[in-house]
């Protein structure tokens, strides 16, 4: 059987010795991000397995701080997705979790997919900023570290689902990563990793955000990663300053608005036609 990992990254070692620093160092918590980094035919093979969670006995969240559909573990699983999924709780694979996370405690993955598995987000759905639940339900270990694969494709910025980072102090939104075809993203869970997707999502009826969402766990942590007034805990949702994720998008738009500002007209026409050429149109 072929490889899960894409050829670029196939020696997972290396890949973790390689970027372990740049995990470490991640803004605003330790995380990572990696484009194309599994086989692509096996992927669209999940994608093509994936059902519409909304038409099965799935798990439906509809409240103020969520609208979003989860499978039920393996029962949602077709005969592709289910190995993908096994081989991401396997030796191999937690290997390479536990060292470009560097963490002490030894990692292990979850059988039962608990809170994990097949997510999807229909249009005007959302899932505001939250940190995680930070025990394994059944088996009470500390959840350590989120593994997020996306499967759109075709998918355009206006649609936006963007994946958002934010500070413990809830002030600034550190990164925003668009869920797209073949995107990983790996990040360390503590009560202070807020996280998620806030903004109502705008892409078509008929299209959804699909992901795939995997929770690995240790006997144990560092206190550090503790809020000992909240102990024991489900997920604890916040709420995001407006004005704050107003000027994380100001930023940008400013930015671009200097730009052509201050670039010479004849520049502009010829970057607008290389880009048509690229992109096809």
């Known amino acids: 059987m072929k490889s899960f990992i894409a ?7 290396k890949v973790a010795a390689d970027n372990r620093e740049v995990y470490g160092n991640g803004v605003p918590f330790p995380f990572i991000k990696f484009d194309n980094f599994f086989n692509e035919t096996l992927l669209d093979q999940v994608v093509d397995e994936f059902p519409d969670l909304a038409s099965e006995d799935s798990m439906e969240f509809n409240n103020s701080n969520e609208r979003k559909f989860a499978g039920k573990g393996e029962l949602s699983f077709g005969p592709q997705t289910r190995a ?4 991401l709780n396997s030796a191999p694979f937690l290997e390479f979790i536990q060292s470009i ?6 990692l292990l993955g979850d059988p039962y997919f608990i809170g994990g ?33 996306y499967l759109n494709k075709e998918w355009n910025e206006k649609y936006g689902g963007h994946f958002e980072l934010w500070d413990a102090a809830m002030t600034e ?31 078509p009826e008929a299209m959804s955000r699909k992901s795939l969402a995997l929770y ?31 000027a994380t998008h100001n930023i940008v738009d400013t930015g671009k608005r200097v730009l052509r500002s201050i670039t010479p007209p004849i520049l502009v026409k010829i970057g607008n036609k290389i880009r048509r050429k690229l992109v096809g149109k």
Not at 84 to 87: G, L, P
Not at 220 to 232: F, I, N, Q, S
């Open 117 to 149: 598995g097949l997510h999807e987000i229909k249009r005007g759905g959302v899932l505001k900023i939250h940190a995680d639940f930070n025990k394994h339900k059944l088996t009470g270990l500390d959840r350590r570290v989120n593994v997020l694969i």
């Open 7 to 13: 050829p670029n990254y196939s020696n997972l070692s």
């Open 101 to 106: 996370t560097g963490i002490d405690e030894k």
């Open 84 to 87: 993908f999924m096994h081989f």
């Open 216 to 246: 690995y766990y240790s006997n144990g942590r560092p206190d550090t990663e503790l809020d000992p007034k909240v102990g024991d805990h489900s997920t604890l949702f916040r709420e995001t300053d407006p004005n704050a994720v107003s």
């Open 173 to 203: 939104c550190g990164q925003r990563i668009l869920p797209t075809f073949n995107t990983l993203a790996i990040f360390t869970t503590t009560d202070f990793s807020y996280h998620g997707h806030p903004i109502p999502l705008n892409c």
